[in-house]
């Protein structure tokens, strides 16, 4: 397994629409195994393969407190949302440090496979609901500062782009 280089915002790849998974073959099943110790690894709960600049539909998640419940959803697609929606605070590996609000549904169903190709469907609340449309998102090439105002997502792409800058000295 190896570690993934995350991309920041505002990095225009990130904005790139993921293709669908067309085989679940060996190099998937690598990409998820790297995927996952990466999100580890950067104690986040979820990453997006358009992250790790692979423009492909996957995601893989882990909520749960001990960290050894990971959720492998390849070519996910929002079956229900509930009408009902809550502002959450959420942050982003791709936005280190930046944290806002952000109004999702409360509840979702997902459609998607597993690493293994099984079709499964997830019922989804709290966190893991939260978590599942943001990753879901960046599938879609939208970042969740996007939901931000113009004036808050400038402010956070001058001090992202004054980040790395320093980072690269």
């Known amino acids: ?13 990130l904005h790139r ?36 600049d692979v423009h492909e539909r996957l995601i893989v998640i882990d909520v749960s407190e001990e960290r050894d419940t ?13 009408p009902e929606t809550h502002l959450n605070e959420e942050g982003c590996l791709s936005v280190p440090g930046i944290y806002d609000g952000v109004e999702r549904h409360d509840a979702v ?3 998607a496979l597993d ?12 966190l ?3 978590c599942v449309q943001h990753e879901m998102d960046h599938l879609m090439g939208k ?5 931000l105002s113009p004036l808050k997502r400038n402010r956070i792409k001058k001090k992202m782009i004054k980040a790395q800058r320093e980072d690269a000295k």
């Open 109 to 111: 169903h997902v459609r």
């Open 143 to 147: 970042v969740f500062v996007e939901y």
């Open 70 to 82: 990971p959720l492998v959803l390849i070519n996910p697609e929002l079956v229900w949302t509930s």
């Open 1 to 13: 397994m190896a570690l993934l280089p995350i991309l920041c915002y505002p990095d225009p790849k």
């Open 115 to 126: 690493e293994q190709g099984k079709a499964r469907t997830i019922e989804a609340t709290q």
């Open 17 to 52: 629409v993921a293709k669908v998974v067309v085989s679940i073959d060996a190099r998937i099943q690598t990409l998820v195994a790297n995927m996952l110790e990466t999100m580890y690894d950067a104690k986040g709960i979820g990453l997006a393969a358009t992250q790790v």
């Open 128 to 130: 893991l609901a939260v």
